[in-house]
């Protein structure tokens, strides 16, 4: 398969293009700052430069022509404003949902935030964050042309994976390292049986394989 992911230098997502390419599929990253190249080729990865604040969704379909799947895990970051969390982390998405439906890429694959929520109330910019990525998560599921699917992780940390989750519907808040978002990531790509699906995840005791073969109802 070859695999598109926006946000490609983010922690998620160089963890993820390392499991993908290990796993024998075309992996590019689109980036928005050349300098992180070497990042991503290091990690197995082609490198689009792309800055999805600015890009058409013309150029965005661009790279993401010949794609059997798109992974939208970009995100405005730490320090950023309520202004780029909005033109980040939901008009990014929209833009590379739109983008993925005008290259034919069905497969469509979302990194949200649990208790993300458009009608979120508060003025901090936590509270943008989430209102931005309940909107996008909203418009994403509104598209009957994209196979979509919508993580939902808790608190990221940097632990070590364990290969161990809890991926549900609703599993309530937790911890999960970042290793393991990717892992389900991986498997999530992989596993069109999960379109249409919001899952939340946190650590546990299930493998991620089954985790994900146990929501796909396979």
């Known amino acids: 398969m070859r695999i598109v992911i926006a946000g490609g230098h983010g922690r998620i997502a160089l963890r993820l293009e390392r ?20 990042d991503l080729r290091a990690a197995g ?3 689009v430069v792309l800055d999805l604040e600015s890009a058409s969704v013309e150029m965005v379909a661009a ?37 993925a439906e005008r ?10 935030s649990m208790g993300a929520d458009p009608d979120r109330p508060g003025d901090d910019v936590f509270d943008a964050y989430q209102r ?12 009957e042309d994209l196979d979509w699917t919508i993580l939902r992780p808790g ?10 989750v809890r991926l549900e519907a609703h599993t309530g808040r937790g911890p999960v390292p970042r290793d393991d978002v990717a892992a389900v990531l991986a498997e999530l790509v992989d596993t069109p049986a999960t379109a249409g699906l919001t899952l939340e995840l946190v650590s546990g005791s299930v493998p991620v394989a089954v985790a994900v073969r146990d929501v796909a109802g396979n």
Request: glycine content about 14%; overall charge negative.
């Open 19 to 38: 499991l993908l390419s290990a796993g024998g599929h075309e992996v590019a990253g689109i980036i928005r700052k050349p300098e992180q190249a070497d």
């Open 45 to 47: 990865a082609e490198p």
């Open 63 to 99: 790279a993401l022509q010949g794609a059997d799947a798109a992974v939208f895990a970009a995100g405005a970051g730490p320090g950023s404003g309520a202004a780029r969390k909005d033109t980040v982390d939901r008009g990014a998405a929209v833009l590379f949902a739109d983008a």
């Open 103 to 112: 290259a034919g890429v069905r497969r469509y694959v979302v990194v949200s």
């Open 132 to 143: 931005a990525k309940g909107a996008a998560d909203a418009y994403v599921r509104s598209r």
């Open 155 to 164: 608190l990221l940390t940097d632990d070590a994976g364990t290969g161990l």
